[in-house]
């Protein structure tokens, strides 16, 4: 936890994550990538409502990944203008439940800011391409040394 969200540490822990991953592979691999590609982070987020400054993600900023890096978001809740607080934004990414989109993180963006009350639950699958598809539970729960040299 921190000032504005909670975190799982163990998003794998939930078996249904591998299997929506493995839902969208397909249509990604497809039509974004052109190729396979794996996720080097996955979170399953909550932000809440603070009354403290906005500060991290909630304030405009861009992710600075390497360049065919992209985000898969899955909205877990409803998400509209009452639990979006998006200022001048020109675009809001609301949602019911189950809305899922490709997002380009090295765009100038910021966090959804819930209303008091109110909280935003999503998963989120930080993408790369690779030259075979890597099936998610080898690429995570292993020490960074555990990695074979290229």
Not at 58 to 74: R, T
Not at 129 to 140: A, C, D, G, Q
Request: some cysteine; proline content about 7%; hydrophobic content about 35%.
């Amino acid at each position: 936890e921190d000032n504005f969200c909670l975190n799982i540490k163990d998003a794998l822990g939930f078996p249904e994550v591998t299997d929506i991953f493995n839902l969208f592979y397909d249509e990604i691999k497809e039509n974004t990538y052109g190729c396979d590609f794996s996720a080097n982070t996955i979170q399953i987020v909550r932000s809440h409502h603070t009354p403290e400054k906005f500060e991290a993600s909630w304030i405009w900023h861009y992710d600075d990944n390497p360049e065919p890096s992209i985000k898969l978001f899955i909205y877990l809740t409803d998400v509209d203008s009452e639990h979006a607080e998006m200022g001048m934004i020109p675009q809001e990414l609301t949602g019911k439940a189950g809305t899922a989109f490709l997002f380009d993180p090295n765009i100038i963006h910021r966090a959804t800011v819930p209303k008091p009350n109110n909280f935003r639950d999503a998963l989120i699958f930080h993408l790369y391409p690779t030259k075979n598809k890597t099936p998610l539970e080898t690429v995570f729960g292993r020490d960074v040394k555990q990695y074979p040299l290229l």
